[in-house]
């Protein structure tokens, strides 16, 4: 079985190459640097391929393995090995999606219609995953508004 490695200054992140190439073929009609990912993971002929820390893109991929409970990883802080169902999940910014934005705003009817209009800024948010430790393995903003 191929194996997946990607490093980054807090952990070290491995997958089954399967599982990359299932992801990126998802993200490859809409962004070209899932392709040329994909390109560089089909130049190398070992059983072990690591991926440059400098494609930043490839982050967006271990968030979504993580996320479908994928690999594992090694913290560097701890110097432990976790698997996905032990990482704890934060949402970051406004939440994982902009479809479950939380807005913390109270008023009635009343100051909804009448009150003054508030204009809202950007919104942004994403996900990070962190060891049962509490130290930050990836954290990515995944959409914004």
């Not at 993200?27 to 991926?51: C, F, G, M, Q, Y």
């Not at 479908?68 to 999606?97: A, D, H, M, R």
Request: glycine share 10%.
């Amino acid at each position: 079985m191929s194996t997946t490695i990607f490093e980054t200054e807090k952990g070290i992140f491995h997958f089954d190459l399967q599982d990359v190439f299932a992801s990126l073929q998802e993200h490859s009609p809409r962004d070209p640097d899932a392709a040329d990912l994909v390109n560089i993971l089909e130049s190398s002929s070992s059983k072990t391929r690591r991926l440059p820390g400098e494609k930043g893109f490839f982050g967006y991929i271990v968030i979504d393995l993580l996320s479908q409970e994928k690999g594992f990883v090694f913290c560097k802080n701890c110097q432990k090995t976790y698997l996905p169902e032990e990482l704890q999940f934060i949402p970051i910014g406004f939440g994982e999606s902009p479809l479950r934005v939380k807005l913390s705003r109270k008023g009635g009817i009343l100051r909804k219609i009448f009150g003054r209009k508030i204009r809202r800024a950007g919104m942004m948010g994403g996900k990070r995953f962190e060891c049962p430790q509490g130290h930050e393995l990836i954290s990515m903003i995944t959409w914004i508004s």
